[in-house]
């Protein structure tokens, strides 16, 4: 099987961030604008039963998962020196900032920012949306991504893996 996963070429900091929020926007315009966009229409032509919108949470809940995935998008550039994106990812494995409390903060954002924009539109089908994509992340996606990190790091990533949960900080618990 091909594998996708490249690390980045380049160990300037500063290309490899303008490279990572470069490519942010357009997962953000494609993913958090345009298609909840069409759920919506969707919603809205089919009647769809919606709830009473959470506006004030859901814009509060953004900004914060936002701050999170720009963050962690940054840590991974400067740490790392690579992309969130497989086919430019980083050279180093990352275990700083976010990435010390959760292994996967950039998508517990896109995550928690899709959430948040059902519930400031109450939408039921946007809420199910971003619950779909962390359910096709964690079966799909994760799985190749933490093979490439062992077979990249080994036993750095395996004590890293064995000690940082995936989605929840539940470490934090612990301490």
């Not at 099987?1 to 961030?17: E, Q």
């Not at 619950?131 to 990533?157: M, T």
Request: a positive charge.
């Amino acid at each position: 099987m091909y594998n996708i996963f490249k690390p980045s070429n380049s160990k300037n900091s500063s290309w490899n961030l303008f490279k990572t929020y470069f490519q942010t926007f357009w997962f953000y315009l494609l993913f958090l604008g345009i298609f909840p966009y069409f759920i919506l229409l969707i919603e809205k032509q089919s009647q769809i039963i919606s709830f009473t919108s959470l506006n004030t949470l859901g814009v509060i809940l953004f900004f914060l998962f936002t701050c999170l995935g720009l963050y962690s998008g940054f840590i991974m550039s400067w740490h790392g020196q690579g992309t969130p994106l497989p086919m430019d990812c980083a050279q180093k494995l990352v275990v700083k900032g976010s990435y010390k409390i959760i292994r996967n903060p950039m998508a517990v954002a896109g995550i928690g920012q899709a959430f948040s924009i059902g519930l400031y539109f109450g939408s039921f089908l946007i809420l199910f949306y971003a619950f779909s994509g962390a359910i096709l992340w964690h079966i799909f996606v994760r799985p190749s991504e933490e093979k490439n990190l062992l077979e990249r790091f080994g036993k750095n990533y395996l004590e890293y893996r064995n000690n940082t949960w995936c989605w929840f900080p539940f470490q934090l618990l612990k301490r």
